[in-house]
């Protein structure tokens, strides 16, 4: 029994199957099929080196003091639960804003912030930048703590500090010891620079230049400006956190370019500049032919999506379907081509995951048979099973919400048990969520979990923790 999203796109309702891949890239001159694929897992090769941040001063470095990175959890701690009612929910987090600067202006408030970055609750540090969070119920791996834009006033003059947040923190239970957080504010730099043609070195006039943090709870602070008629632009990160920043340069007529993401530094004075350069190409496809392992023959109707692991880009996907010989060539010149993948799928064939290819390059990629994923989904510390469960796999570069329907799923019955028929995550890069009432959201890596029971079956346990 298997169930799953669908990609919708002209109408067309396209089932999306599992695998595994070999694949060749050949020189991108005549595009040409070589005879004998290589294994996918071998590296591939290099993708283009994305543009580098340029500081005036010492290399950026992580904002995260020496010593103050968060604290995981204990693991012996899992089973203490909340407080009871009428009592104070549990610290989750605690930690301190600092500022290098100078006095910290007082009522700063700190905010917790859900797996998808909602708002869950929010506190106010103290006169020292001392904070800690209250939450009665369990945090998802991935939730996150962070300030908002903070004003303080130098020699008269009132200037912005660049927020501050700190996400992927692992799961907690009410009742676990609180996660250490510290937060550090300071002035977000200008960045600046040049949008031109790589070949030609001409500017390039309006293209997008655009700075976010891929931090979910961040996401929606975006800077924007367009370059001038010379190609410069000056782009002020106001109200952008400084981590996992991603700056990338679009226009309708060149390839999607990107830098980072990494942690900026904060400078000593407002309006200090950060010099970054984008050298834009002229689009490529992504383009090859696609085989059956089995005997050699192409693959028609097979589904190819190209997409980015960056969330900010989550919205940028298309997809192509190949011809009766197997061909595709699929051009998206909105995403950029570093953290780039390439998915292919087709029905009664395990799908590939392709990461760190260029278009440009023909690619040769074979499928496999299909695989199956069976098991039971059961309480932690017993084999009293669990009904209902709502068992997801997902390709790992999916978003959250299953935009681009990349996932498969089952329901667990009266004993626990489920089954999927693997149509879009490949074993060795899918990610396995169960939800169930009453339980903490289960996550997990599809290839630490799957066990091999035999010529295209897997099987996995999957164990929940219960809420109360």
Not at 320 to 327: F, L, T, V, W
Not at 362 to 372: C, M, R, S, V
């Amino acid at each position: 029994m298997s169930g799953r999203g669908s990609l919708v796109a002209g109408g067309m309702v396209v089932l999306l199957v599992i695998g595994a891949v070999f694949f060749v890239l050949n020189e991108p001159k005549k595009p040409e099929v070589t005879d004998e694929p290589v294994v996918g897992t071998k590296a591939a090769e290099p993708a283009a080196q994305p543009p580098a941040f340029q500081a005036p001063g010492p290399e950026a470095k992580s904002l995260v003091p020496a010593g103050a990175e968060p604290k995981p959890v204990a693991s012996d701690t899992r089973k203490r639960m909340a407080a009871g009612d009428g009592e104070p929910a549990p610290v989750v987090a605690v930690g301190k804003i600092t500022w290098a600067g100078g006095t910290l202006p007082e009522d700063i408030d700190v905010t917790l912030f859900e797996v998808d970055g909602t708002d869950l609750d929010m506190t106010t540090a103290d006169k020292d930048g001392k904070f800690e969070l209250r939450w009665a119920e369990v945090l998802g791996d991935g939730w996150a703590v962070g300030t908002d834009t903070v004003n303080v006033t130098v020699n008269g003059q009132v200037l912005a500090l660049a927020p501050d947040g700190v996400g992927n923190l692992p799961l907690h239970v009410p009742g676990e010891p609180p996660v250490e957080v510290n937060l550090v504010l300071g002035f977000a730099p200008v960045i600046s620079g040049r949008v031109f043609d790589k070949i030609t070195g001409a500017p390039i006039e309006g293209a997008e230049i655009t700075a976010v943090s891929t931090l979910p709870a961040f996401a929606v602070n975006e800077s924007y400006t367009l370059s001038e008629k010379d190609g410069s632009y000056s782009l002020p990160l106001e109200d952008t956190p400084l981590r996992q920043v991603v700056v990338w340069c679009r226009d309708d007529e060149w390839q999607a370019q990107m830098s980072g993401p990494q942690d900026l530094a904060p400078v000593k004075t407002a309006g200090e500049n950060l010099h970054l350069d984008f050298a834009l190409e002229k689009p490529l496809a992504w383009s090859g032919r696609i085989t059956s392992a089995a005997d050699g023959l192409p693959v028609a109707d097979a589904t190819i999506t190209v997409g980015n692991d960056v969330s900010a880009f989550s919205a940028f996907f298309d997809f192509e379907i190949s011809d009766e010989e197997g061909h595709f060539e699929l051009e998206l010149p909105e995403v950029p081509i570093e953290s780039a993948w390439v998915h292919v799928s087709a029905t009664d064939f395990a799908p590939v995951a392709l990461r760190g290819v260029k278009p440009g390059n023909e690619l040769a990629i074979t499928l496999l048979p299909a695989l199956t994923l069976s098991g039971v989904v059961a309480v932690r510390g017993s084999d009293q099973p669990v009904e209902g469960a709502d068992v997801q796999v997902f390709f790992d570069g999916e978003t959250v919400d299953g935009d681009n329907a990349l996932y498969d799923e089952d329901f667990s019955g009266k004993d626990g048990t489920f089954e999927i028929t693997l149509e879009s995550a490949p074993l060795d890069a899918g990610r396995v969520r169960v939800v169930a009432a009453g339980y903490v959201t289960f996550e997990g890596k599809l290839a630490s979990l799957a066990r091999a029971a035999g010529p295209g079956k897997q099987t996995a346990k999957i164990e929940l923790q219960p809420v109360d």
